[in-house]
């Protein structure tokens, strides 16, 4: 049980977090802001600030690093004015901050008062802010010189502000040489944050709740960005704490034929897999769920990844599919995705707004092939791909992915195994016959229920999707090249179909 004292909550000004702290940070309490330069300190310093600001609470930045012209500068970045926050430069040296003898940092009966100690008590005094921000303690700690003078006078500060009911963000930016614990030990939360830079794209921020005593938080590693406006922070995806009731029922295509080999369609709370070769049609088949589902009124999502807009609305319209209509009806969102501009906990939250907020029924991730590129650390794809999966799921989403097989002709290695975590399974395939290229269209799993276990030809032509009858004459279609069963006559008929 939480204790009373921590019960009361204050918001850090960035609404990811506070959903990750599960409400905020306990007030009265000193907290630790570490990362390497660059990742985000003081913005989300600025933010914490301001949320006060916003809510009636006096503010202070005290700074030994940085300048108030700086930190103006930093705020006008944002489009924000520090006017309402007391900013105070603490301007030390050893003699005002270390006198011989002096082990503590504000406490008057060991020592006597520094002149830069008894400047900040005065402001502390004059401003009685209840939000305090100190930048940094990469200065204490090199005027400190040793690890125990260090120790008591990070206590020290920690002591003053918890008497004068504030809550405190200590920013320490990992300059130092040797790892040290200090500060950690003596933070009551610390919060980390990260960045890196892939060999391709945007640098790649994360944080995580390193500590927090006695209340609840979610942990691990969580991404965000930063830009102009602050820090955007996507809690990580636990599908665990999503659970509604929905009722099961099939989706379908619209068109006989593919409902007829998914055994009446696909299911409300499903994942999908559709998988072959560039140009065999896998798109089109996503595109058809959608355009059914716009139909009935219900809105679908896609997510694009390996095409451009127009060329998928070309692509569909040619085929007799008004995504147009539908985007303008607000029934398709169409969203194209930059794989080198985007992180994984940054795509889930994507998603999770296109389920929790437009309230789309169908999602589609066009491709997985481009999802993995979007991961900074491909061993972790299939943990973060199940748990998505498994929160749209929970929600009554039919999910559909589309993955490409290498090559034209459909090797089997698509670079991630996913077939294992999926509910239904299509693939699509080229063949061979008579000189002609054909594509072949199978359901290879469904988990749900029964389902045809036959090839069927598809044939996307005249402006429409066709799906011709099983392939019950030719041996050997998933090869790429089948050797024909029949007679000569029917081989001859349906020749004279094709052209």
Known sequence: MEHPELAKRIKTGVSGLDDILDGGLPANRVYLLEGNPGSGKTTLALQFLLEGVKNGEPGLYVTLSETKIELSEVAASHGWTLDNINLHELSVSEDTLM?????????????????????????????????????????????????????RQILGLKQFFINKHCTVLLIDDLTSSSSDLQPQSLAHGVITLEQSSPEYGIDRRRLRIAKLRGVHFRSGYHDFVLKKGGLVVFPRLIAAEHKP?????????????LDALLGGGLDQGSSNLIVGPAGAGKSSIATLFACAAAGRGEKSSFFIFDEILDTFIDRSESLNMPVTKWIESNLLSVQQIDPAEISAGEFAHRVRNAVEKDKSKIIVIDSLNGYMIAMPEQRSLVAQLHELLSYLNQ????????????????????????????????????????????????????????????????????GRIEIGEPLSQFQGVLTGVPTYMGSSSELMKLNDEKK
């Not at 004059?126 to 010189?145: I, N, Q, W």
């Not at 009731?245 to 034929?257: D, H």
């Open 99 to 151: 006198p011989d003898g002096q082990y503590t940092f504000f406490h008057p009966s060991e020592v006597e008062l520094g002149q830069a100690t008894k400047s900040l008590i005065d402001e502390v005094d004059r401003t009685k802010p209840l939000r305090v921000v100190f930048d940094s303690l990469s200065e204490m700690r090199l005027l400190a010189r040793d690890p125990l003078r260090y120790r």
């Open 245 to 257: 009731s929905f009722k099961r029922t099939q989706v379908s295509s619209g068109l006989e034929g």
């Open 395 to 462: 929600m009554g989403i039919v999910t559909i992915l589309i993955s490409s097989q290498h090559g034209l002709m459909g090797q089997h290695d698509v670079g991630i195994n996913v077939s294992y975590i999926a509910d239904s399974a299509i693939h699509m395939r080229f063949f061979e016959m008579k000189g002609r290229i054909r594509k072949a269209i199978s359901v290879l799993k469904k988990r749900s229920g029964a389902h045809e276990d036959t090839i069927r030809e598809l044939m996307l032509r005249k």
